[in-house]
């Protein structure tokens, strides 16, 4: 000991602790002043004790008033982070308090603040005071959402930062303007599903989530496309090509149909958020992001890897009703600045049973059906001439109507038994009848090293044909089958070059193509028109064609980004993306296995392969006029070509966005634009009677969006209690579309032709409510009214009535008015989840009268139906699922697809009663 008393040393220490923070000029001053002061003031007593006289308060008060001008002339630079550091380095955490404290007030740069909000967060650790600890590293956050800590971090420190991370994700996106950036306050109409809500809510795929949201009307279909979906009421006959589906940014659709391949494909144990877009987002994403975007974030292995471990797993299985199987495994570690992340997934499914119904039980029709398919309106004389055959009258014959040729009962019944005799034979070793399996894979794996990120993603699926019906094709058991798989690689790199200044650069190629095994086995009978009279007549037996189809596209894209905020109240985003497509134009088809080697395809000028190059320029700007009013301004130029000559040329598609946040009011008034290139399916695929010539100058779609959005956000607590919180929001749009693609004639010939419009008005109203982390309340309503404004036939003729007008509006078919979802989860017992999933949808109108006029049903009947997920999580990390669907097991249907004429595509599809899943959920702890 050095022998001062506690007095003396706590006087030491308190000149100590005031004056390294002076500047040092007046140090000497400071410290005599400080010392002589504190020895009078301090008196001991009972040489163990000190205390603080009351005629000394005033002395020190104005001490401290006076000294405060030299902690405003400190110095706040880098040489005050190095002392600081000194300071926690030595174990002077209080210290470092008091040096930290007034720069980071004001005088620290953006940079210089990160660093002392980590020491000042660092120090508070040290100190056990958690709660300032925590308000700290949330400052350090909002300065750098990016922040990572390094390996050699305090674990305290590491696990704070994750945490707010984590509960900082749950209101972040970055979809909408391809940066960070609070939900309520993005340029846009933005729903969000977090991590938590995919599992308690026993969510199996992708597909299913859907359902919950507002704005889609889905058909799930079960066809070559598991799932029709149709964001803000837009019906396309291409099924899935008006959305953008996005993973981590990438783009997931055909390059050569633009189609999202939705199934049961995708891992459920990686995803971190679901981010959906409602609205146009061409600004952004260029040509395709027509009506809307879904962005899946994939988790990083921060999310998967325990607090303290290098080792982490997410994992689930599954089984489930029709014999549904799946195993989802993620698997992540890290070393140091390394990082690396797989998935696998794998998903087997004998799909619900349709054998029951009229459409599935391949059964010929009845003798009638056959009389009304193979009679004709001709004349005996012109059909003589064009068949060269002889009258025969036991198959047909003429009455007083001489115009009309009329199947009589014995050739009724030779038909029906040519088609008897082709359902009952076999083929793929197994009799002809209703079978849809399914069998889909998925791996996912991402490395990282410091700043660069590299991933392969690949995913195969194969799909059967439920869409169509027993007059057109065999079941999967018979070889119909279609196979999609995908292949992407990417690097990326990400940096911030300054406080001010982010760079990023991504590199894509990707590979779409059908695997060799896919195929359509088509019935070549009299019951679906594919055999005529005529083939009758000939005594030409009905029969099954295996038909396998191929296509290959590929892609290369690259995007740099750079993300610039020049002073505080503006903030700009600006890249520049090429693509280098090499898109086949029509199907390889071959009736032997390995079509990509054996097939042939219809002749096309300058060949099949098509090279393109598209160029994307965009930027968008925001500007915060005063603290609650923000201005935000994009545009994006996109420019094609097609080979030498042809392409879309240049398109321009602006975004003009007014935010204003008044209180816990949120308004948001939106103007958009955006297109929708026509795919080389669109202009180059042909099907007889159907598309039967190609039409490679197709110009895009384009649309207009007008949108007022406005919310409400009690996040701090309402009816005097701040554990309940409360946001709700209500939105309207209208969306006017051009240059839709439909069909005309040229020379009697049909051809895909941009000869349409379509005017969509909608109204969307959100609100969620939660109680403490134990019970959300989430209710969702959609008001749909879309129509067509320039309908025409199926020749390409404009529409006119019995009476020869013009119709000026037809309704677009499957698209409900009115739909509802009502959702509750809640936590029981600490252990125990119970959510419950209610959807409603209204009645969607179709056939006559609609978009969709040969669909065999006028409407198709509303549904409510409830969903129930049980979920039990144990402290070890595992938790047990039990899924009901459709618990009360109410018969409904959904709209058939593409044309749904009831021959080949069915005019509605029954959807499953009640079902159930047991899931088992493993994450390592």
């Known amino acids: 000991m050095s022998g001062k008393s506690i007095i003396q040393m706590k006087r030491d220490r308190i000149v100590h602790f005031i004056i390294d923070s002076k500047d040092r000029k007046h140090k000497g001053f400071l410290k005599k002043s400080l010392s002589l002061l504190l020895s009078l003031c301090f008196c001991d007593k009972n040489k163990s004790k000190y205390f603080l006289s009351n005629s000394c308060t005033y002395f020190l008060f104005f001490f401290f008033f006076f000294s405060a001008s030299f902690l405003q002339a400190q110095d706040c630079d880098d040489v005050t982070l190095n002392n600081a550091k000194k300071k926690y380095d030595n174990g002077n955490f209080d210290e470092v308090l008091l040096i930290l404290s007034p720069c980071l007030k004001k005088d620290f740069s953006t940079q210089q603040k990160i660093e002392g909000y980590r020491l000042l967060t660092l120090s508070y650790i040290a100190l056990d005071s958690m709660d300032l600890a925590l308000n700290s590293a949330s400052q350090l956050m909002r300065f750098s959402p990016n922040f990572e800590p390094n390996l050699f971090d305090p674990p305290k420190f590491i696990k704070i930062i994750n945490d707010i991370r ?177 998935t696998a997934r794998i998903f087997q499914s004998d799909e619900m049973d349709l054998s029951a119904y009229p459409s599935w039980d391949y059964l010929p029709n009845d003798l009638d059906y056959y009389k009304n398919k193979l009679s004709y309106r001709t004349t005996l004389a012109d059909f003589l001439a064009d068949t060269n055959l002889t009258n025969n009258t036991d198959y047909f014959f003429t009455n007083s109507d001489t115009t009309k040729l009329t199947l009589t009962d014995k050739g009724a019944y030779i038909a029906r038994y040519f088609d008897s005799l082709a359902y009952n034979k076999e083929i793929n070793g197994s009799k002809i009848g209703f079978s849809d399996k399914t069998l889909d894979k998925y791996v996912y794996v991402k490395l990282k090293i410091a700043n660069l990120s590299f991933g392969v993603q690949y995913w195969n699926t194969h799909e059967g044909g439920a869409w169509f019906t027993d007059k057109y094709a065999a079941g999967t058991d018979n070889g119909n089958q279609w196979g999609n798989q995908q292949l992407f690689f990417y690097s990326k790199y990400e940096k911030p070059i300054s406080e001010k200044l982010f760079f990023s650069n991504m590199l894509v190629h990707k590979i779409h193509d059908l695997d060799n095994e896919t195929a359509l086995v088509l019935l070549k009978g009299y019951e679906n028109g594919n055999l005529s009279l005529q083939n009758l007549i000939n005594g030409t037996p009905s029969f099954w064609q295996t038909i396998y189809y191929y296509q290959i596209s590929q892609q290369t894209r690259n995007e740099t980004k750079i993300i610039y905020q020049p002073i505080k109240d503006i903030d700009i985003i600006s890249g520049f993306e090429f693509r280098y497509n090499f898109i086949q134009g029509n199907y390889i088809t071959s009736d032997t296995l390995n079509p990509s080697e054996n097939g042939v395809v219809p002749f096309m000028k300058g060949g099949n392969n098509i090279k393109s190059l598209d160029l994307g320029l965009y930027i968008q700007a925001s500007y915060l006029i005063r603290n609650n009013l923000k201005f935000v301004l994009g ?92 946001f709700t929001e209500l939105s309207g749009f209208r969306s006017d579309y051009s240059d839709v693609i ?184």
Request: contains cysteine; charged residues 20%; hydrophobic residues 35%.
């Open 635 to 726: 545009a994006r130029l996109d420019n094609n070509t097609i080979r030498e000559t042809g392409g879309y040329g240049t398109q321009f598609n602006p975004r003009i966005v007014l935010i204003y946040t008044p209180g816990k009011a949120i308004f948001k008034a939106i103007y958009s634009e955006a297109f929708k290139d026509a795919t080389n399916f669109d202009k180059f695929s042909t099907v007889p009677k159907v598309r039967d010539i190609p039409n490679p100058k197709l110009p895009p779609e384009k649309v207009r969006n007008y949108e007022l959005i406005a919310g409400y956000d009690i996040s701090t607590g309402i009816f005097g209690n701040k554990n309940y919180k409360l």
């Open 166 to 342: 984590q509960e900082k994700s749950k209101n972040e996106i970055t979809s909408v303007s391809k940066k960070s950036e609070n939900i309520k306050e993005a340029p846009a109409n933005v729903q969000l599903i977090t991590s938590d809500e995919l599992k308690y809510r026993g969510y199996i795929d992708m597909e299913q989530v859907l359902h919950d949201l507002p704005g889609f009307d889905i058909s799930r279909t079960n066809g070559l496309n598991y799932s029709s979906f149709y964001q803000r009421g837009y019906r396309t006959s291409n099924n899935n090509d008006r959305s953008i589906y996005l993973v981590d940014g990438i783009e997931e659709n055909d390059i050569w149909s633009n189609n999202i391949w939705l199934t049961r494909q995708y891992s459920m144990t990686n995803v971190k958020r679901v981010e959906v877009i409602h609205g146009p987002a061409s600004t952004m994403y260029g040509a395709n992001a027509f009506v809307g975007v879904l962005n899946v974030v994939t988790k990083e292995v921060e999310d998967i890897i325990p607090y303290g471990k290098n080792f982490g797993v997410n994992g689930m299985v599954n089984y489930g009703s029709w014999n549904t199987k799946l195993a989802d495994i993620t698997v992540a570690a890290k070393k140091n600045d390394v990082s690396l992340m797989v």
């Open 742 to 925: 439909g069909i005309g004639s040229v020379n009697g010939l049909l051809q895909n032709q941009a000869n349409g419009q379509l005017e969509i008005y909608g109204a969307q109203w959100v609100t969620k409510l939660n109680y403490k982390n134990d019970v959300t309340v989430l209710f969702n309503y959609t008001y749909t009214l879309p129509y067509n404004t320039k309908p025409i036939d199926s020749k390409g003729n404009l529409l006119t009535d019995e009476t020869g007008q013009l119709i000026e509006r037809l309704r677009i078919a499957d698209i409900s008015t009115h739909k509802f979802n009502f959702l509750v989860d809640v936590r029981l017992f600490k252990s125990f989840f119970l959510s419950t999933r209610i959807n409603y949808s209204g009645a969607r109108p179709t056939g006559a009268n609609t978009t969709v006029a040969t669909n065999t049903v006028t409407s198709v009947d509303p549904f409510f139906i409830v969903n129930e997920a049980i979920t039990y999580t144990s402290k070890y990390g595992l938790s047990l699922q039990l899924g009901l669907n459709n618990i009360f097991n109410q018969k409904y249907e959904c709209p058939g697809a593409r044309n749904a004429n009831g021959i080949a595509f069915a005019s509605t599809i029954p959807q499953p009663g009640i079902n159930f899943n047991i899931k088992m959920i493993y994450e390592f702890q």
